[in-house]
């Protein structure tokens, strides 16, 4: 994965990938710390920032702070190709992507110029 985006592979920027693709949800900056063996705080920040030029990883936005998500489609360096909604659990405290895409919100004769897809609620799990 690192390859095909052009990254070099660093033993460090794998077991930060790794963490991504182990975790169904976004993840915040303090949990990538906890589960980190041993990390430099700069070189984490690079990291991430480089995954999301990359178009590795994506940021999820919420009031209380950023999360970060692995792409799921096809995103390229400086172009991410995805306006999902994002869904932020009140009960669980946890963000994460959904398939409904800005296309499917039927906004015809809307020039859209930027997105800001956050969802507040309770999800499936929690209402169970
Ligand atoms: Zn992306
Ligand atoms: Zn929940
Ligand atoms: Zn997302």
Do not use: W
């Amino acid at each position: 994965m690192l390859e095909k985006k052009q990254i070099r592979k660093t033993p460090f920027r794998q077991e930060v990938l790794k963490l991504f693709k182990a975790s169904k949800n976004a993840i915040s900056l303090k949990e990538i710390e906890r589960n980190l063996t041993s990390f430099d705080r700069i070189t984490l920040y690079r990291t991430l920032k480089l995954f999301i030029e990359k178009g590795l990883i994506h940021e999820v936005l919420h009031s209380s702070g950023k999360k970060y998500a692995l792409c799921k489609e096809q995103c390229d360096e400086h172009q991410h190709q995805h306006n999902h909604l994002h869904f932020h659990c009140s009960s669980c405290k946890e963000s994460f992507c959904l398939k409904t895409h800005i296309q499917d919100l039927n906004l015809t004769g809307y020039i859209i110029e930027q997105t800001d897809l956050s969802v507040h609620g309770v999800c499936k799990k929690c209402n169970n």
